[in-house]
T-cell receptor
Framework: DSGVTQTPKHLITATGQRVTLRCSPRSGDLSVYWYQQSLDQGLQFLIQYYNGEERAKGNILERFSAQQFPDLHSELNLSSLELGDSALYFC???????????????FGPGTRLLVL | GQQLNQSPQSMFIQEGEDVSMNCTSSSIFNTWLWYKQDPGEGPVLLIALYKAGELTSNGRLTAQFGITRKDSFLNISASIPSDVGIYFCAGQLDKLSFGAGTTVTVRA
């Protein structure tokens, strides 16, 4: 158990809908990262938040957004869903200090999203 | 982003055998990480390497951070059935970049 929790574990929805995925980081971690994993794309970095502020952006679509709340949990919002958005979405957390051990990421169990 | 080449893509091994996989990159990294992912689960951190040349063990696992900072290998000794899974290397500079994974299947 990495200490990172994600809900829900599974999500089935229809095209055009909007969903929210939730992540709670390990106790003491300030950074939260979101990743998308699909069969053909592997693990793709989406976005990072550090202590409530956006720190880095990866291959995140404009239809997707995220935020980190004062209690450090994070939510990933996916809107206008398309069939191709079906994937595993992982959250990871790290202490967040610069470099080395402080940025080692620990992953949650993921949310499996299926868009029909 | 940085491109990581992980090999082999897949392997079938006999229980008790040693196995080796590696990652190379055209870019240098400050950290190399190795994760294992079981079906339907999140990647689990196996070994973290923070210094060029560092050799680290975790039970039957051994990994090294290449001296050029552009490569790393992972060895599994005396493989057992629960070693089945997908192993990912990841290199970190400003962000974490993942290899495509090595799928390990053990023949009992």
């Amino acid at each position: 158990d990495s200490g990172v929790t994600q809900t829900p574990k599974h999500l089935i929805t229809a095209t055009g809908q909007r969903v929210t995925l939730r992540c709670s980081p390990r106790s003491g971690d300030l950074s939260v990262y979101w990743y998308q994993q699909s069969l053909d794309q592997g693990l793709q970095f989406l976005i990072q938040y550090y202590n409530g502020e956006e720190r880095a952006k990866g291959n995140i679509l404009e239809r997707f957004s995220a935020q980190q709340f004062p209690d450090l949990h994070s939510e990933l919002n996916l809107s206008s869903l398309e069939l191709g958005d079906s994937a595993l979405y992982f959250c990871a957390s790290s202490v967040g200090s610069s470099g080395g051990r402080g940025e080692t990421q620990y992953f949650g169990p993921g949310t499996r999203l299926l868009v029909l | 982003g940085q491109q990581l080449n992980q090999s082999p893509q897949s392997m079938f091994i006999q229980e008790g055998e040693d196995v080796s996989m590696n990652c190379t990159s055209s870019s240098i990294f400050n950290t190399w990480l190795w994760y294992k992912q079981d079906p339907g689960e999140g990647p689990v951190l196996l070994i973290a390497l923070y210094k060029a040349g560092e050799l680290t063990s975790n039970g039957r696992l051994t990994a090294q951070f290449g001296i050029t900072r552009k490569d790393s290998f992972l060895n599994i000794s005396a493989s057992i059935p629960s070693d089945v899974g997908i192993y990912f290397c990841a290199g970190q500079l400003d962000k974490l970049s993942f290899g495509a994974g090595t799928t390990v299947t053990v023949r009992a």
